[in-house]
């Protein structure tokens, strides 16, 4: 059953973004059943379920009902943020698939022409030409190699004990990362958005346990990969362990500009790869 002070603390979330210009997301991190940190807290399965199934497809009915008069240049629908891996939670492709075939046409029957994101499986990293069908953009994630940019990460359990990084040259899941394993890895991504299907990154950055010398030539690259590709991106995040604000990287010059100590180098190079051709 909805949770009306709930709902109205995401009207006033949307309100706030869009009344200052911005384009909105509007995404479910935790749905009925799944999320990426901590799905075993919740009561339900979203991959074997048909209960929690139906409870997400009923949310985004009721988000599509709820934001109806928003116009789609303002507001827009990313359905789960990073699903699990194949066989993960018992996930395949096809139950995927279905999921998301039901909610995107629930959600059409209400709001034709409301734009809609799908993020890769895998955590945001598999593409999914399976849906391609749907009229949506698909969101990919830019933290390869895992073993640089969530190096000493606490959370991430599978870059635990892994020796100091050096990039290009990393190892990590048998390559040796640079900016040509890069490409090869957004090959499947490149090849849906040939084919017309809108990609962007919905995430992407380096965690701050790495020198900043090391973080800026991989940012280099995944920058000049994702210019190259014509992809938009959102680094994560704007301040804090990840950020071009705070995340205290060794090695790093900052400068103040308007009212925030900003990472000088890795500014420039947003600055040059957001200029076009």
Request: hydrophobic residues 40%.
């Amino acid at each position: 059953e909805p949770d009306e002070l709930m709902l109205k603390m995401v009207d006033r979330c949307v309100e706030a973004v869009t009344e200052r210009g911005f384009h909105c997301s509007l995404n479910l991190h935790r749905a009925p059943g799944y999320c990426i940190n901590g799905a075993e807290l919740e009561k339900h399965n979203l991959w074997l379920d048909a209960e929690a199934q139906d409870a997400f497809i009923l949310q985004w009915q009721l988000f599509a009902e709820r934001f109806a008069t928003y116009n789609e240049a303002v507001l827009s629908f990313d359905l789960l943020n990073e699903p699990p891996n194949i066989g993960q939670y018992g996930m395949t492709r096809a139950i995927h698939k279905d999921l998301m075939e039901r909610t995107v046409a629930a959600i059409r029957a209400i709001s034709p022409h409301r734009p809609i994101t799908l993020d890769g499986l895998g955590g945001g990293n598999i593409a999914m030409p399976e849906l391609a069908h749907l009229d949506i953009s698909m969101s990919t994630r830019g933290y390869q190699p895992m073993a640089l940019t969530h190096y000493k990460a606490a959370w991430c359990n599978e870059t635990q004990g892994l020796p100091r990084p050096i990039y290009p040259g990393t190892e990590y899941d048998g390559l040796i990362w640079n900016r040509s394993s890069l490409l090869k890895h957004y090959e499947p991504w490149a090849l849906l958005s040939r084919q017309g299907i809108p990609v962007h990154v919905g995430e992407f950055g380096c965690y701050n346990r790495i020198d900043n010398k090391t973080a800026l030539l991989w940012f280099n690259d995944i920058l000049s990969v994702f210019h190259e590709l014509g992809w938009g991106y959102s680094l994560w995040n704007l301040i804090g362990d990840f950020g071009i604000i705070g995340h205290n990287r060794p090695g790093t010059r900052w400068e103040r500009i308007h009212s925030f100590y900003v990472d000088r180098e890795l500014y420039e190079l947003f600055r040059m790869y957001m200029k076009k051709e």
